[in-house]
C-alpha cells in the first residue's frame, strides 16, 4: 500500500470536471438579483472537446471582423492556423448592470506554450473603443487546459497579466454593450477552444410610469427635444443644443450639453415658443445617468418658469438611486399628473394631481434643470395640441358675401371698399394712388432709421415727406409699382359703427432677391 499525504496552499489551483483548472472565483464578482434577470449566449458545446458531439452554435464572424482577423476556426478544432473568432450580437434592449466571459481553452499539442493571446473588441467602433487584450497563460498548456472568468466591469489593464492569474481591475466595458449592443472575442490559433459563454445581468423595463399620455384624433402630437436620443453614443453630434435664457442661467449659474460628464454644472434647456395651440396634454421623458465619481442618489430634476417664479414656483423631484452607477434611468413624467413636489423620486415615479397645463398654455415655455451630477442623454418634451379653429360665430353674419347675387349683397349689407385696381399686376391699368392717413406715414417719415431720412440734406423739419423724393428716395409705393425698396401703406377710413364680420383680401407677389 502506498500513501501520499500532502496540504495545497490557496494559490494552488483547484480541478474540477474533467480535470481543468477552474478559475472561476478570481478576477471580480457577478451580481444578479432580482428583479434583474440572466440572459446567456453561447459559442460551441459545453463538452470537454469531445469530438462526438457536435459543435453549436458555431462561430458568427460578420464581414467587417473577417476583415481584421482574415480566417477563423470552430470550437473543438486543432486546426493551428486560424483563431476562434465570434461576434455576440444583439445585446441591447434592456439595460445590462453585469457581465461576464467564460472560456475553457487549451493549447493545441506541439504548439509553442504560454504564446497565445484572448482580445476582447468592437470591430465596427474601433476608434471610439480599443481592443482589449490579455496573455492566455501557461494554465493553458496542461492536457486538461483551463477555465476562467473574466468579469467584463472588473477587467485588469488591457496587457496586464494572464489569464490564468486574472485578477480584479478598474477596466469596465459595460458601458459599451449598452450603447452598441455587441462584443467580440478573439482567441489566437494555436488554442483549441471548447465553447465561450457570454452572461448579462439586465434590468427588466420599468413599469408603466405614473399617469397617461392621451392624444386622440383630431388633436395631434409634437416633440421638442433637447440633446439626440443615442444612449451616450459620443460618435453622434448632439441636437439640439441647450437654449439657456439670462433669467435661467442666474438660476443654474453653470451649464452644460448633453452627453457631458463634467459634475460641476448642471444640463439646463428651455423649450420655447410651444403653446401655438391649445395644449391638452403633455409629457416629459428623460435619459439619464449619475455620473461614475459623484455621490450616488444626490441629484435632483427640477421644473420651472423662470421668468415667472413668483407667480409660478418650481416644481422638484429627486432623481433616486436609479439612476445610479452602473445603471441609468429612462423615465416619463406626466405634466397634468405629477405628484406633489419633493415628493418621492423619480425612478418610482407615481400618478399625482399636480397639472402644469394651464401653465404651459397661458407662458408658451418651460424650462428644465438636471443637477450637476448627472450625465444626460437626452430629454423629450412631448405635447399634444388642439388644432380644431373654432370661429366666433357660427354660421358667419356674412358667410355667402363671396358671391355678388347673395342676398346679403342684394339687401345691401355687405360693403366693399377697394384701394388699387383687380387687374392682374397690369401696368398699362392706372390705379388709384394708395390713402394712407399722416399718422401711418409719420411711422416711416419721423423714425430716426426710417428710409425717408436718410440722404436728406434739408436743416429745416419736416425733413421731407415720403411723398416727395427731394434729396432723396421716396419710400411709399403705389399699387402695381416695382420696386424692392419701397412699402405700399394705405388706410381704410370713414367705416361704418356696425359692422359684425369683416374681411381683408389682397393680391401681392414675390420680385426675387433678399
Request: aromatic share 8%.
Amino acid at each position: 500500500m502506498s500513501v501520499f499525504v500532502g496540504c495545497l496552499g490557496d494559490n494552488d489551483p483547484v480541478l474540477g470536471i474533467g480535470g481543468q483548472v477552474d478559475g472561476s472565483k478570481e478576477g471580480g464578482t457577478f451580481n444578479c438579483t432580482l428583479p434583474n434577470t440572466i440572459s446567456t449566449f453561447q459559442l460551441g458545446t459545453i463538452d470537454d472537446w469531445d469530438p462526438n458531439i457536435a459543435e453549436s452554435p458555431l462561430p458568427n464572424v460578420p464581414t467587417n471582423l473577417m476583415g481584421i482577423v482574415f480566417v477563423s476556426k470552430d470550437t473543438d478544432s486543432v486546426f493551428n492556423e486560424a483563431p476562434v473568432v465570434h461576434h455576440f450580437s444583439n445585446l441591447g434592449g434592456q439595460l445590462i448592470v453585469d457581465a461576464k466571459i467564460t472560456i475553457q481553452t487549451r493549447t493545441i499539442t506541439g504548439m509553442t506554450p504560454n504564446s497565445d493571446i484572448l482580445q476582447l473588441m468592437f470591430h465596427n467602433d474601433m476608434n471610439l473603443y480599443p481592443t482589449w487584450n490579455i496573455p492566455i497563460g501557461q494554465t493553458a498548456d496542461s492536457p486538461y487546459g483551463m477555465t476562467e472568468v473574466l468579469h467584463l466591469d472588473e477587467l485588469p489593464t488591457s496587457g496586464a497579466g494572464d489569464l490564468s492569474t486574472l485578477v480584479a481591475g478598474t477596466t469596465s466595458l459595460t458601458s459599451a454593450l449598452n450603447t452598441l449592443g455587441y462584443i467580440d472575442i478573439v482567441v489566437s490559433n494555436a488554442q483549441q477552444v471548447d465553447y465561450v459563454e457570454l452572461e448579462l445581468c439586465v434590468r427588466p423595463p420599468p413599469p408603466p410610469s405614473g399617469g397617461s399620455f392621451d392624444c386622440p384624433a383630431p388633436h395631434s402630437s409634437f416633440s421638442f427635444f433637447l440633446g439626440t436620443n443615442d444612449n451616450w453614443d459620443p460618435a453622434i453630434a448632439e441636437s439640439p443644443l441647450p437654449i439657456v435664457t439670462s433669467n435661467l442661467l442666474q438660476i443654474a449659474t453653470y451649464t452644460k450639453g448633453t452627453d457631458d460628464d463634467m459634475n460641476e454644472a448642471s444640463v439646463t434647456h428651455q423649450f420655447g415658443s410651444i403653446a401655438a395651440f391649445i395644449i391638452v396634454d403633455a409629457s416629459l421623458t428623460i435619459q439619464t445617468r449619475t455620473i461614475p465619481t459623484e455621490a450616488p442618489n444626490i441629484a435632483n430634476l427640477i421644473l420651472l418658469f423662470s421668468d415667472d417664479m413668483t407667480a409660478y414656483p418650481p416644481w422638484e423631484i429627486s432623481i433616486g438611486q436609479a439612476a445610479d452607477a452602473p445603471s441609468t434611468l429612462t423615465e416619463t413624467l406626466h405634466l397634468d399628473e405629477l405628484p406633489t413636489s419633493g415628493m418621492g423620486d423619480l425612478s418610482l415615479l407615481a400618478a399625482g394631481s399636480t397639472d402644469i397645463i394651464s401653465i404651459l398654455n397661458t407662458l408658451g415655455y418651460l424650462d428644465i434643470i438636471v443637477q450637476n451630477d448627472q450625465e444626460v442623454d437626452y430629454v423629450e418634451l412631448e405635447i399634444c395640441m388642439d388644432k380644431t379653429w373654432i370661429p366666433d360665430t357660427l354660421p358667419m353674419p356674412c358667410e355667402d358675401w363671396e358671391n355678388p347675387l347673395s342676398s346679403s349683397y342684394l339687401a345691401g349689407d355687405v360693403i366693399e371698399i377697394i384701394h388699387g385696381d383687380v387687374d392682374a399686376f397690369d401696368p398699362a391699368i392706372i390705379d388709384p394712388a394708395p390713402q394712407p392717413r399722416d399718422s401711418l406715414v409719420g411711422i416711416i417719415d419721423w423714425q430716426t432709421n426710417s428710409y425717408a431720412r436718410v440722404g436728406s440734406n434739408s436743416a429745416v423739419p419736416p425733413v421731407w415727406s415720403s411723398w416727395g423724393a427731394n434729396n432723396g428716395q421716396a419710400t411709399l409705393s403705389t399699387f402695381d409699382e416695382v420696386y424692392a425698396n419701397k412699402m405700399l401703406m394705405t388706410s381704410f377710413t370713414g367705416l361704418p359703427n356696425n359692422i359684425v364680420d369683416a374681411r381683408i383680401d389682397f393680391g401681392v407677389k414675390f420680385l426675387g432677391g433678399g
